[in-house]
């Protein structure tokens, strides 16, 4: 049996030794290097561009424009809005407006500095509350990107049912990925003139599409792979490098390496989603609850990037894990210039369950009871419906989460003044969001006798390979030495879909699954396991070649209904529930998390050891979601300014597994990714509150806030 064991991660080796090519690994000494001239101005028409000085640069090969841009202009995940090459307007600084391809990349950089351009100034809206008012545009079409709403029961009747009311805003920052590898590729033209791309990247098949659409080719003309990837966390989703790269090559037809700076990454990158969020809650005096009202207003940036989807999931998750007979959410994005805003690591749920679960504590202190008690009364379970009204047939193991916690709870014990403890809980629906969601993976027999597993799946540090190689292993019953991965190319895989939204185990996984399934029966029928070598059976099935077996996964997911929200936005949920100790200094404002005891219910551990692994990072993302990370627009450039946790932020982590299988699940798996943070900024904020008595409404709480919500506390 190779699924619930701790195999060592495939990649684990070669990044130790320094063998994996990370994308700038890969350069060549022919090679060119392209850099992206940005704007500097948030809000703008671009009148006049001078390149007299940079073309006279000695070493400058080609500056590129989206004149030269032979196919679409435009892109996008959701909706293609967003100009590979500004077109005579840019929205936000650090917009790309022209490619400097040089023949190294000093010269590529110093040609930026030559690059003069006019702009007529145009208003920039820079407060998504006041983009709806304002009569300045981002786009022609108006300044909302979405808004989506759930109704379920009477939520004036709740109300009126209720003994307690808790009515609160929060706001959350915005939060750069910071992964350690900054956005890089190499790209050149193969033997037969077809583009090769190779880059860290999220989603081999989405970055093709979207090359070949700019370049007006046929996908088959474009080759992307996934080069080994130092972390995405959603911010290497969208077209980063690809498309600078892809026409680069398309008209100098020469090798191409282009990387960004750090300053250039977090000026250019996606960044999670800042939201103010409205909440009102109702309970009777029992702690049931009986009402939820949340407004929700969010910053997307100049262009929809994951906008839309943060939108949706948020107002189908803002009750939390409980069971609301009434509940009214209504969610909007708003455009801006301000930065650009996509997909980070929860899509939305981080900060949504710092509200709901601030505002759970809130409750239990109205009606003084106990904050795990009051998650108990009130958390999901199989039979509960959920705000869109799905009955969680299966798989629901939130109160399994809160029993593993229990114990801890009731033994804490302040350790001295400022010392405190706090709960945080979650669910979170596994894969995209009410709309089809399938993968793709084959597995081949090959003359040697070796098994390929190819899929599309890229592994941007969560373990994917590991996994994936772990459930065909057990399917097929094989030695390891026995199989080899084919991962993350364009030409060996159909596409698996992106590797976002905790999905890559549980759907990625169940189409191995089901390919793994086809093998093991023509493994069978031709007498594999009765003895028969696998070079012997690839000789004697020369009938049936290829001997390639495919599987296909989409979850069953039913959909929802467009006015209500109400319906199956999801095949299965991840639940959570985290712990915090904290040790708060009064007289600076300092706060630290000192141990955190995190449970998860993951349906099945095919790699325990990996779970843990993603459980821990997600606890460090949340202290520094919680605590210390904000990006400003037009302070923040890099780490100097950009608080990230170091080692010595990092707490006692204690990890525990909830296995409540998914039926629908390869050996019963779902994701952890991102529930591995949600809950845990949430948990800090609540502990914080039991340390200090401040309530805490905006994040981060860093020392300055957190220092004046304690002298306020002192005149009040």
Request: charged share 25%; hydrophobic share 40%; aromatic share 8%.
């Amino acid at each position: 049996m190779f699924v619930g064991e701790e195999l060592v991660k495939v990649d684990a080796r070669a990044k130790v030794a320094g063998r994996a090519a990370f994308a700038y690994d890969l350069k060549t000494e022919n090679m060119l290097f392209a850099c992206v001239f940005r704007s500097e101005r948030r809000h703008g028409r671009i009148r006049h561009i001078d390149l007299g000085e940079a073309l006279a640069l000695e070493g400058v090969v080609r500056i590129l424009s989206a004149k030269d841009i032979p196919g679409k202009n435009l892109f996008g995940a959701i909706r293609k809005d967003q100009p590979f090459l500004a077109d005579g307007t840019v929205r936000f600084a650090g917009e790309p407006i022209l490619i400097v391809v040089g023949k190294d990349e000093d010269i590529a950089r110093r040609a930026l500095t030559l690059i003069k351009v006019d702009y007529e100034e145009l208003c920039p809206i820079l407060c998504a509350a006041d983009a709806a008012l304002t009569p300045v545009l981002v786009h022609e079409g108006g300044n909302m990107l979405s808004c989506r709403t759930l109704r379920k029961g009477d939520v004036d009747r709740g109300f009126a049912d209720a003994d307690v009311v808790a009515e609160n805003t929060f706001g959350t920052q915005w939060v750069d990925h910071a992964f350690m590898e900054t956005e890089a590729g190499f790209a050149y033209p193969d033997g037969d003139g077809r583009i090769v791309i190779r880059s860290s990247t999220q989603n081999v098949h989405y970055k093709r599409a979207e090359v070949a659409a700019m370049l007006g080719v046929p996908e088959e003309r474009i080759r992307v792979l996934q080069a080994t990837t130092g972390g995405g966390f959603g911010g290497k989703l969208d077209v980063t490098v690809e498309g600078f790269l892809g026409l680069a090559v398309y008209h100098l037809k020469q090798p191409v390496m282009m990387r960004y700076t750090r300053e250039e990454s977090f000026l250019s990158n996606t960044k999670r989603h800042p939201l103010s969020i409205e909440y009102k809650t109702g309970a009777r005096k029992d702690g049931t609850l009986t009402a939820v009202k949340v407004g929700i207003i969010g910053d997307t940036g100049p262009y929809g990037s994951y906008g839309e989807t943060v939108c949706l999931r948020a107002a189908v998750h803002a009750t939390g894990p409980y069971e609301v007979p009434h509940v009214w959410v209504d969610s909007r994005m708003f455009f801006t210039n301000n930065p650009l805003s996509g997909a980070m690591r929860g899509f939305g749920m981080p900060q949504l369950a710092f509200a709901h679960e601030s505002q759970m504590d809130e409750i239990a202190s109205l009606l003084r009871i106990d904050p795990l008690e009051i998650r108990m009364r009130n958390a999901l379970r199989k039979g509960s419906l959920t705000a869109t009204s799905q009955v969680l047939s299966a798989s629901a193991g939130l109160l399994e989460t809160l029993w593993q916690i229990e114990p801890f709870w009731r033994r804490r014990q302040k350790r001295g003044k400022g010392a405190g403890f706090g709960l945080g809980c979650m669910y979170y629906g596994i894969g995209n969001t009410g709309v089809p969601n399938p993968a793709n993976a084959h597995v081949e027999l090959g003359e040697d006798g070796l098994v390929i597993l190819h899929t599309g799946a890229c592994d941007i540090g969560q373990g994917s390979d590991t996994v994936l190689l772990q459930i065909l292993l057990d399917t097929l019953s094989l030695d390891p030495r026995c199989v080899v991965l084919d991962r993350g190319d364009t030409d060996t895989s159909e596409d698996a879909g992106s590797s976002s939204a905790s999905r890559q185990t549980y759907v990625s996984g169940k189409a191995v699954y089901e390919a793994g399934l086809k093998m093991r029966e023509f493994l069978e029928r031709h007498g594999y396991y009765r003895g028969k070598d696998l070079r012997e059976i690839y000789r004697f099935a020369k009938d049936e070649r290829p001997l390639r077996f495919d599987g296909y996964f989409d979850p069953p997911a039913g959909g929802i209904d467009r006015e209500t929200s109400q319906g199956v936005p999801y095949a299965t949920y991840g639940f959570a529930t985290h712990m915090a100790e904290v040790q708060v200094e009064e007289a600076t404002g300092e706060c630290r998390v000192r141990k955190v005891h995190a449970s998860h219910d993951v349906g099945k551990a095919v790699n325990p050891k990996l779970v843990r692994g993603q459980i821990q990072g997600g606890v460090a993302m949340g202290v520094g979601f919680a605590l210390m990370e904000e990006f400003i627009p037009g302070k923040t450039s890099s780490f100097d300014t950009y608080y990230l946790p170091t080692s010595m932020d990092i707490p006692e982590i204690e990890v525990m597994l909830v296995e409540d299988p998914e039926p629908t699940g390869p050996y019963g798996a779902k994701g952890v990714g991102e529930p591995a943070l949600v809950p845990q900024a949430a948990g800090i904020v609540n502990a914080i509150r039991d340390a200090v008595g401040v309530k805490v409404y905006e994040l981060p709480c860093n020392v300055e806030r957190l220092k004046i919500l304690l002298e306020g506390k002192e005149k009040a």
